[in-house]
């Protein structure tokens, strides 16, 4: 199994809702990570859990709380988001480096509209 | 820093056509640098990627990339576009100052239109 999967596929939430972002991988990848992307832009690193801990947090908003429950799971916590949040959120995976550079391998991602 | 450019916003290309999508890079020590593909609404694609060894780098989907270091340039080439190459493509680096899961530096992306 070489895929990541997210739910839900597009989330439209209100300023005072709570929401979360599933992403789930089946490949062993100990490294997971957190991308925002805006239209035709490139993908903007928020979080990265290594071995299940936080290894990088990209100075995100306390309204974006990442959660990494196990090897296989990563959660994005959704509370209290305004409308310039609304975007593509990616998840991704990749083995963690060891001698060799691995890729990323990405989930299709969640479109989330913040109204 | 590591950073990449990608100096085109967009290419255009015929079907059937050899394409050419730049990426120059800057990195101090040793460049490791990817390209992936992202296709509407969905999430990116993995291409190729060149850490060490042969300056020409195979990939998926028939697409290759030339690592110049002189030019400090790592070009997509497919020697014969097809119009289902039509997407964004991202040149990416890794930043070597992050252990334990690292951080990729995106380009802005170009995209690809290929005409029938």
């Known amino acids: 199994d070489t895929e990541v999967t997210q739910t839900p596929k597009h989330l439209v939430m209100g300023m005072t809702n709570k929401k979360s972002l599933k992403c789930e991988q089946h490949?062993?990848?100990?490294?997971m990570y957190w991308y925002k992307q805006k239209a035709k832009k490139p993908p903007e690193l928020m979080f990265v859990?290594?071995?299940?801990?936080?290894?990088i947090n990209e100075s995100v908003p306390s309204r974006f709380s990442p959660e990494c429950p196990n090897s296989s799971l990563l959660n994005l916590h959704l509370h209290a988001l305004q409308p310039e949040d609304s975007a593509l959120y990616l998840c991704?995976?990749?083995?963690?480096?060891?001698?060799?550079?691995?890729?990323?391998?990405f989930g299709p991602g969640t479109r989330l509209t913040v109204l | 820093a590591q950073s990449v450019a990608q100096p085109e916003d967009q290419v255009n290309v015929a079907e059937g056509n050899p394409l050419t999508v730049k990426c120059t890079y800057s990195?101090?020590?040793?460049?490791?640098l990817f390209w992936y593909v992202q296709y509407p609404n969905r999430g990116l694609q993995f291409l190729l990627k060149?850490?060490?060894?042969?300056?020409l780098v195979k990939g998926s989907y028939g697409f290759e990339a030339e690592f110049n270091k002189s030019q400090t340039s790592f070009h997509l080439k497919k020697p014969s576009a097809l119009v289902s190459d039509s997407a964004l493509y991202f040149c990416?680096?890794?930043?070597?100052?992050?252990?334990?899961?690292?951080?990729?530096?995106f380009g802005a992306g170009t995209r690809l239109f290929v005409k029938a």
């Open positions: 990416a680096v890794r930043d070597m100052g992050y252990t334990g899961g690292f951080k990729t530096i």
């Open positions: 859990y290594s071995y299940e801990k936080l290894s």
């Open positions: 060149y850490i060490t060894g042969d300056n």
């Open positions: 490949m062993g990848h100990r490294a």
């Open positions: 991704a995976s990749s083995q963690i480096p060891a001698g060799t550079l691995n890729e990323q391998f």
């Open positions: 990195v101090s020590g040793n460049p490791y």
